[in-house]
């Protein structure tokens, strides 16, 4: 038995305007779920197109998220954003500092560079943590050799109790700022 989930963005309460998956398989579940997903970029300075492509993607990465931590499972909050990471095509890897007490999530930039993720708060320097007792995300864009003088923070979500709506926001992050470091 396998999961297969199918996140489709549809702006507004439209649930009952369209038929869910059609089917002759008698073991073949269907369900779907409504949820209010944050608008990306609500001051964005661009066109109403971008904004609403950017509108569209950041709720596509919340609905991801939704479906893929709703089950009650036993994963880790570091655990869980290494695999929706993953699930986008983005590599990473675990890391920290065992004498500092320190764990993160790494995500390689290029070849000197990278974007360290750990928790925030109760949950500062920490990856393996219960989803419910999240604290926010922070990341940041950091080099070993020395190209980036201070580290750059990508996202700081401090005091952020909504582990989905972080992880998404987050990866989306994430997301953007390896594009836009590509098309230099």
């Not at 549809?10 to 002759?24: D, H, K, N, R, Y």
């Not at 582990?163 to 594009?179: G, P, Q, Y």
């Amino acid at each position: 038995m396998s999961d297969l989930f199918i996140a489709g963005v549809i702006p507004g309460p439209v649930a009952e305007e369209f038929a869910i998956l059609e089917t002759s398989e008698q073991e073949f579940t269907r369900w779907a779920m409504e949820f209010d997903a944050p608008d990306a970029d609500a001051d964005a300075d661009a066109d109403a197109d971008a904004d609403a492509d950017a509108d569209a993607d950041a709720a596509a990465a919340h609905a991801y998220v939704q479906c893929r931590t709703d089950d009650e499972n036993e994963e880790t909050a570091g655990a869980l954003l290494q695999a929706v990471l993953a699930d986008v095509s983005i590599r990473s890897r675990r890391g920290g500092d065992v004498s500092a007490g320190a764990s993160w999530i790494s995500v390689p930039v290029d070849a000197d560079s990278y974007v360290l993720i750990t928790g925030t708060g109760e949950t500062e320097n920490e990856i393996d943590y219960d989803p419910a007792e999240h604290h926010g995300w922070f990341a940041v864009h950091d080099s070993d050799s020395g190209d980036i003088p201070e580290p750059i923070v990508v996202h700081d979500a401090s005091g952020c109790r909504d582990f989905r709506a972080d992880t998404a926001a987050v990866v989306e992050t994430i997301r953007r700022f390896l594009a836009a470091r590509r098309a230099r």
